[in-house]
């Protein structure tokens, strides 16, 4: 499958800006469906991530109660609703398919197989 994330920009810390991650050449079906983020000079980390058949969710502390992850299944399509963006959450976002995802591994970068290209997101101070 292949995956194309879009929604990026520049804002001002405190707005808000919506990704989205679609999927092409397969549908999400038993697995996870997650945000990672890489910014300069740093490792790519978990944002947050969802189970696609029953929509439970998992988030990153430093995003929790900021950001919803949510799906739609009838699109195929996932997203991700930043708000009261910080300075500190610029950064490429990528998003990523964990098939056969269990609980334990949702957080895990290493599962995720297929990624789409990334999508910047610039936050000013």
């Known amino acids: 499958v292949q995956l194309q994330a879009s929604g990026g920009g520049l804002v001002e810390a405190g707005e808000s800006l919506r990704l989205s991650c679609s999927a092409s050449?397969?549908?999400?079906?038993?697995?996870?469906v997650g945000w990672f983020r890489q910014a300069p000079g740093k490792e790519r980390e978990f944002v947050a991530t969802i189970r696609w058949y029953n929509a439970a969710t998992y988030y990153a502390d430093s995003v929790k109660g900021r950001f919803t992850i949510s799906r739609d299944k009838l699109k195929n399509t996932m997203y991700l609703q930043m708000n009261s963006l910080k300075p500190e959450d610029t950064a490429v976002y990528y998003c990523?398919?964990?098939?056969?995802?269990?609980?334990?591994?949702?957080?895990?970068?290493?599962?995720?197989?297929?990624w789409g290209q990334g999508t910047l997101v610039t936050v000013s101070s």
């Open positions: 050449g397969g549908t999400f079906s038993n697995c996870a």
């Open positions: 990523a398919v964990q098939w056969g995802a269990i609980t334990s591994t949702m957080r895990d970068k290493a599962r995720y197989r297929d």
